[in-house]
Structures are given as C-alpha cells and as structure tokens.
C-alpha cells in the first residue's frame, strides 16, 4: 500500500499560443520525467482533483466538491474527449466513506468534465483510459469558493479512504498556479452570458464554443505584448507555495483568505487548491519525499507553470 503523488499545471492554449522553442523542450522534458516516474510506479487507480471553467459546473447547482461517479471529458482546446474509466464500485465507497467522516461531497453520475481534467490524463498517462480513475472536482472560479482549510480537510479524508484500498494509487493535482485568464463573473456579464454560466453553457453550439475559445486566444496574444492586460503572475507566490508543500506546511494556507489569494496571485489561482488536496491525501500514508520540482512564468500560456512530484515513504 503506497502512494506517488504528481501536481501540474494545466493550460488550454498549449499548441494555439507556445512560447518558444526551448521553452517548449523544456516543459515537454519535464512532463516526459514525471510520465517516467509514474510508469516505474505502475498505479492501480488515478484519484485526479481538478477545477472546471465553466464546461461541467454552473450555477444551476455549484458544489465545492464533486466526485465523478461517471465522467466525460468534453474536448475543449483540442483536449481529450471521452469517457473517463471511474470504477463504480470504488467511486461510491469513496463517497459513502467520505460524507460519513465529516465532508458534505457531491456525487454525479453524469459529471461532464474539461481540459483541466483531461490534460493531465493525456500528458502523464497517454490517455483517458490507460489506468481506473476517480474524478474530484474542486470549485476554483465561481464564488462562493471552499477555503484552503476546507480542502484540505477534504483530501485528507479522501487520503484515508485510499489507505484501506490495499492499491497503488497515483494521485494527480491539476491546475494553477499564479493567473487569471478572461473568465466571466456572474456578477458583471449580460443577459445572455448570465442564462450560459446558470446552466445552458454545458451545450454550447460549436460556433459559440469557438469564438469562446478565440477571446482566451486574443487574451493570451495581448499579455504576451502588455502583461498589465490581465492580473499579472507572480513568482514569487508560486514559489512560496510549492514549498510549503515541499516542507509539509499545508495548514499554514489556512489563514489565507479566499479574497487574499486573488489579491495576490490572481482570480484563478484557486485552482492551486486541488494541489493542497492532493499533498493532503498523500499525506495520509504517511511522511512523503517530493522530487522534481519545476517551475516557470509563462505569459504565452497565462500561467505560472509548475510541476511537483511526491513519493510515499511506507
């Protein structure tokens, strides 16, 4: 019974906004170690906590968190489509288990998922369905958002349900770290923007999904050029935080306000919560030994890229 744990920064514009091209061998070494990594560990099931943009999740009904009972990947920006392989019967114990040890966690048996789930998949696994996976949403973008401490908790608790599995679990963070690309707020859109993020966005026509697609395109051309354009990324942040979760201080972020986060980092930077979730699950299993680290400010991608991987010690 043992863990190895990988967190990655995901991003859409991979393949329509690149930076250059040594940039680009050097993320794509980077990925290709910890693909390595995680093939000499083998797992048996994938748990992958990941946020949504407004693809799966709207505010007809937002939870905080969201296992995937059943999951499709929906292909956006090129991503992976499909269904993800989630184990029914494993799926609905992590649930039970769950909810029983103090974590109110939504279920869906239809929960349609995006980029942010099926990038990892693709980049450290070769696919959707190459390994059993349990898909856990994290709310990162539509307010009300869970708190550090509350995710925290979370994982933990899905940590120990994975404890008695008896498997090699490969856990995934996916998301983050520093950015905010143009994503809508309820609070200041139109009419028609307004009924698309209260539910009918879920089946967008192609046309509508395009031009959608085309603004986070034009967003991401501009910041190369004036990166006051968007919420600038920071560093400095990005760094402070893989190493809380280098020296096991995850519980330090829970006097990190959720409006103190945005100030900072920038209003997508909630996403790094699925990072948090992951340490705390690992964290389950006892003392862990994090190994490639990676980290670098990409304007072209609006996203302070990271890669974290972490080992059980048992």
């Not at 696994?125 to 009300?144: K, M």
């Not at 395009?210 to 600038?232: G, T, W, Y």
């Amino acid at each position: 019974m043992n863990a190895y744990l990988h967190c990655l920064s995901h991003t859409p514009l991979v393949g329509y906004v690149d930076p250059a091209q040594a940039v680009l061998d050097e993320v794509d070494g980077v990925i290709a170690a910890a693909r390595k990594r995680i093939a000499a560990f083998d797992p048996e099931l994938v748990v992958l906590f990941a946020p949504d943009h407004y693809n799966g999740f709207f505010y007809d009904v937002m939870p905080p968190f969201c296992l995937g009972v059943g999951a499709t990947a929906i292909g956006d920006f090129s991503s992976a489509a499909g269904e993800l392989p989630v184990p029914t019967d494993i799926a609905e114990a992590c649930a039970h288990y769950t909810m029983k040890n103090g974590i109110d966690l939504a279920v869906s048996y239809c929960m349609q998922v995006d980029h942010g789930f099926a990038q990892p998949l693709e980049f450290l696994l070769g696919g959707l369905d190459s390994r059993p996976v349990l898909p856990i949403f994290i709310n990162g973008v539509a307010t009300p958002l869970p708190g550090f401490q509350r995710t925290r908790m979370m994982g933990e608790v899905i940590g120990r349900f994975l404890t008695t599995l008896n498997k090699r679990v490969l856990i995934l963070g996916s998301g983050g770290l520093s950015h905010q690309p143009p994503v809508p707020e309820l609070a200041k859109v139109d009419a028609h923007m307004r009924d698309r993020l209260l539910g009918s966005g879920k089946h967008l026509p192609p046309d509508e999904r395009e031009l959608r697609q085309r603004r986070v395109i034009e967003a991401a051309e501009k910041f190369i050029e004036d990166q006051k354009s968007l919420h600038p990324l920071n560093p400095v942040w990005d760094n402070q935080f893989m190493t809380l979760l280098e020296q096991k201080r995850l519980g330090e972020l829970d006097a990190v306000s959720n409006e103190e986060l945005s100030a900072i980092a920038g209003k997508s930077t909630h996403e790094i919560k699925t990072w948090v979730a992951a340490f705390a699950a690992l964290s389950a299993f006892g003392d862990y030994r994090t190994e490639g680290r990676y980290y670098r400010p990409i304007p072209e991608w609006i996203a302070g890229f990271g890669s974290l991987s972490a080992r059980s010690q048992n």
